[in-house]
């Protein structure tokens, strides 16, 4: 089931300590500029979906596909990436990475069927795979360990462009231009991006060669595929009250447990166990999938929130969420050169304790929602979001041994994709039950049956024995029954960080420790 995998002449590198000053700084912007074209492209594309719906006369459910297919191929194909990185060597791959997501994003925009859409956005997902384990495990290797939290710093502040500013462009694009101008925006970053890693950047020195473990591979791949499918359908297929979810479920918990087989008794497993035994690493693997948890989750939430309940504009909504992101970019990039001096697990607890305060806050939110008081507590949440990121990704690969790197990045990015689809899923799935159990509980006592009613002076836009007053009170019902549903969804998030707060105590403080964790200690 293994078998050698080629290698390539690999150039070394000076000693991190050897490149500083403009020309670190300059290999930073490089190396963020590259996942960065894979950042803009989902969100950017996610607003575009409408537009795209009706230029292709297809339905909600067939357009979808067009996120479905690249999101199950870029997380099927991010675990490959991080493991042969080191064979063929960090620079050839995240450059063929960046051409050929950028290639397959200009034919996905030349595209005039959906077919050929989510032929191109399978392939695109391919190679966006690539771009953010690879680019933040190089990225590491040119700072030292103790500076990893600054370069995490810079990292965090890239990576939240897209988040912050991609939605605002999509939606810009796709308002004034068509759905094609989404796909093309990431030709001139894709650009600058190659050119910059091509002659910015130097390779780094590669590790031996090792047996590439095909089943490993395919057994995951079709767990993730199958996980990933589950998470982006389920919804709209009822989750396991559909046959085909059962089925995939059962090939999917049928190819992990191969995988977990292979990986334990392998000699060469596709990934090694071994970098679980770092309780850093494994705590961070934790605490970041709950990032992508409550990140997404929370981007599924505040939007209609906002619009639905309290009724702003898209654009007013836009415009109040905002200094979320601005909080999240300053944090970021504060947070990164003092936590070199604090211990930063006490500075993670912290942000997660206020990202739980301030997601209770808002459950307490009625109908008139203050613009002022939303603003606020929206950039106290972002400050708490870079704080909370920045440390954990520093911490969660401060202990691990250089040669462990790539495949811990790569896995770290998985489970921060597969967070999301929880995320997304999680949410949007507890709405739409708390809101159909909190309409039914409401109806069962506002009905013209209700003998207690009937005693009640209502007003006479809400009269019960005109069909027109029985609609009224039905609208006001179901907008209640909805706020209620949003009430529950942010209290379930305040308490699913809050539980996830105790993983700090299995990770070690960094600043304590002098060399890095071995394999099993």
């Known amino acids: 089931m293994t078998a050698a995998a080629p290698t390539a002449a690999i150039g070394p590198l000076p000693a991190p300590a050897q490149i500083s000053g403009a020309r670190l700084k300059l290999i930073t912007v490089a190396l963020i500029l590259a996942p960065l074209i894979q950042v803009f492209d989902t969100t950017i594309v996610s607003i575009a979906l409408r537009q795209m719906?009706?230029?292709?006369?297809?339905?909600?459910?067939?357009?979808?596909?067009?996120?479905?297919?690249y999101l199950v191929t870029l997380s099927v194909m991010t675990p490959l990436w991080g493991v042969i990185s080191g064979n063929f060597g960090r620079k050839p791959l995240i450059l063929l990475a960046i051409v050929g997501f950028s290639t397959f994003a200009l034919l996905s925009?030349?595209?005039?069927?959906?077919?050929?859409?989510?032929?191109?956005?399978?392939?695109?997902?391919?190679?966006?795979?690539?771009?953010?384990?690879?680019?933040?495990?190089?990225?590491?290797?040119?700072?030292?360990?103790e500076d990893f939290s600054i370069a995490m710093a810079w990292w965090g502040v890239g990576m939240m462009f897209g988040p912050v500013f991609g939605p605002t462009i999509g939606g810009y694009v796709a308002e004034y231009y068509n759905w094609r101008w989404a796909f093309y925006l990431n030709m001139p970053i894709g650009v600058l991006a190659f050119f910059m890693v091509l002659f910015v950047v130097p390779e780094t020195a590669g590790r031996p060669p090792r047996k590439f473990n095909y089943f490993g591979f395919v057994t995951l791949g079709i767990a993730i595929a199958a996980l990933q499918f589950i998470l982006d359908r389920g919804q709209r297929l009822d989750w396991f009250q559909s046959q085909m979810i059962v089925w995939v479920a059962l090939v999917g918990l049928s190819a992990f447990w191969l995988f977990l087989v292979n990986s334990l008794s392998s000699a060469t497993p596709f990934i090694d166990p071994a970098i679980f035994r770092d309780r850093n690493y494994l705590g961070g693997t934790i605490l970041r999938t709950l990032f992508g948890v409550l990140l997404f989750g929370s981007l599924v939430l505040l939007p209609p929130f906002v619009q639905e309940i309290g009724g702003y504009t898209v654009l007013d909504s836009g415009l109040i969420l905002a200094p979320?992101?601005?909080?999240?970019?300053?944090?970021?990039?504060?947070?990164?050169?003092?936590?070199?001096?604090?211990?930063?697990?006490?500075?993670?607890?912290?942000?997660?304790?206020?990202?739980?305060?301030?997601?209770?806050?808002?459950?307490?939110?009625?109908?008139?929602?203050?613009r002022t008081r939303l603003i606020i507590n929206n950039f106290i949440q972002g400050l708490a979001f870079g704080t909370f990121m920045v440390p954990l990704n520093s911490v969660a690969f401060t202990t691990m041994p250089a040669e462990q790197r790539d495949a811990g990045t790569?896995?770290?990015?998985?489970?921060?994709?597969?967070?999301?689809?929880?995320?997304?899923?999680?949410?949007?799935?507890y709405l739409a039950y708390a809101n159909q159990r909190f309409h039914a509980g409401l109806t069962e006592h506002i009905s013209p049956v209700v003998e207690t009613l009937r005693h009640v002076s209502l007003p006479d836009a809400w009269s019960l024995t005109e069909p027109v007053g029985i609609a009224a009170l039905e609208r006001t019902v179901s907008k209640q029954a909805k706020l209620l549903a949003y009430i529950a969804d942010f209290q379930l998030l305040a308490i699913l960080i809050a539980a996830c707060i105790p993983v700090l105590f299995f990770m070690n403080n960094p600043h304590k420790m002098k060399k890095p964790v071995t394999a099993g200690s």
């Open 53 to 69: 719906q009706g230029a292709l006369s297809a339905t909600q459910d067939q357009v979808s596909w067009v996120l479905t297919s």
């Open 109 to 145: 925009g030349l595209s005039h069927s959906l077919e050929e859409i989510m032929l191109w956005r399978a392939l695109q997902g391919i190679f966006g795979a690539a771009l953010l384990p690879i680019a933040m495990s190089w990225l590491l290797s040119f700072y030292r360990r």
């Open 324 to 370: 979320r992101g601005a909080g999240t970019m300053t944090a970021s990039f504060l947070t990164g050169y003092f936590i070199k001096r604090i211990d930063p697990r006490k500075v993670i607890g912290l942000a997660m304790l206020t990202i739980a305060a301030t997601m209770w806050e808002i459950s307490t939110f009625t109908e008139d929602i203050d």
């Open 410 to 429: 790569a896995f770290y990015s998985l489970l921060n994709n597969i967070g999301r689809g929880f995320g997304v899923a999680l949410f949007s799935t």
